[in-house]
């Protein structure tokens, strides 16, 4: 189970020589929702965006990802947009804390906003080092705990934060 903690801000450096700021410069659809098992598609509030970048002053590569979740299902299909303009951030929200997200030894950091449907979770995964395969690296990571994911929304149900 996912725990919630303080957030320390801890995570937002370069992963080949630690400095900061990591800015990523471009990014895409993760695809995660093709890669998932089916019966974990649903529901289906969820959207996982892949950023890469290259740090500004070792130049090392890097990639990550941020996958924003809600409990329940979007009626509207992608190409509608609607609600699908939360999860892509395109929509302002209110803030309702940061902290980070701990599961054995995954530690990373998670914001909570306030949107018309709930509670929305946006996980913020990485910056890791570019290495070969870096998409299908970033999908493992997140169908590893996709179950613990899926709960962790589910609760926001039952009143987090
Ligand atoms: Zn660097």
């Not at 990591?22 to 529901?43: C, F, I, M, T």
């Not at 599961?103 to 946006?122: E, N, Y």
Request: hydrophobic share 40%; net charge negative; aromatic share 14%.
């Amino acid at each position: 189970m996912i725990q919630l903690e303080h957030d320390r801000g801890l995570f937002a450096d370069c992963p080949w020589c630690r400095r900061q700021p990591v800015r990523y410069h471009d990014g895409d659809n993760l695809q995660l929702r093709a890669a998932l098992k089916p019966e974990w598609r649903s529901p289906n509030g969820f959207y996982a965006s892949y950023h890469f970048g290259s740090c500004e002053f070792c130049g090392g590569q890097f990639f990550g990802c941020t996958l924003n979740m809600i409990a329940g299902s979007i009626e509207e299909d992608q190409q509608t947009g609607g609600f699908w303009n939360y999860l892509w951030m395109n929509e302002d929200t209110e803030i309702l804390g940061s902290h980070e997200a701990v599961l054995d030894a995954m530690r990373w950091p998670v914001t909570l906003h306030a949107i018309p449907k709930g509670t929305m979770f946006q996980h913020d995964f990485g910056p890791y080092a570019m290495r070969d395969e870096a998409w299908e690296f970033m999908q493992q990571i997140i169908i590893g705990i996709w179950p613990a994911l899926r709960a962790l929304a589910e609760l926001s149900n039952g009143g987090i934060p």
